[in-house]
């Protein structure tokens, strides 16, 4: 019963967190990436804790989304340059996004964030 219970608290977390994101990252992201848990791509939970405490953490996440690319992650795929599309204000509130969720509970191993 204590793990239903646990199951349905993660669910409804999740959600909480699918229902704040931006469209871009519902529309364009999605497809790679999750909230919670790795897909082809990383969480984004494990890239906000990659880039957790990093000065230039916005910076970076927004170079990254607008020039693509890997960024260290190793998933051997290469994310497209601007998101498939995404205009400034778009790429801004998935950055905003990204840097503003919590670092409990993610999957991020010690290995994956030693490369930023």
Do not use: Q
Not at 24 to 32: Q, V
Not at 55 to 66: G, Q
Not at 85 to 112: H, P, Q, Y
């Amino acid at each position: 019963m204590k793990y239903i219970v646990l199951i349905m608290c993660l669910l409804i977390d999740i959600n909480a967190h699918a229902a704040d994101m931006p469209t871009i990252a519902k529309d364009h992201c999605g497809g790679c990436h999750a909230v919670e848990m790795k897909l082809y791509a990383p969480s984004f939970r494990d890239i906000a804790i990659k880039y957790r405490g990093d000065t230039d953490e916005v910076k970076k996440l927004t170079e990254h989304i607008n020039n693509g690319g890997t960024f260290g992650w190793n998933t051997g795929l290469r994310m497209p340059a601007k998101g498939l599309g995404a205009n400034d204000r778009e790429i801004k509130a998935m950055v905003d996004f990204i840097a503003g969720l919590s670092i409990a509970g993610s999957s991020l191993s010690i290995a994956d964030s030693s490369s930023k």
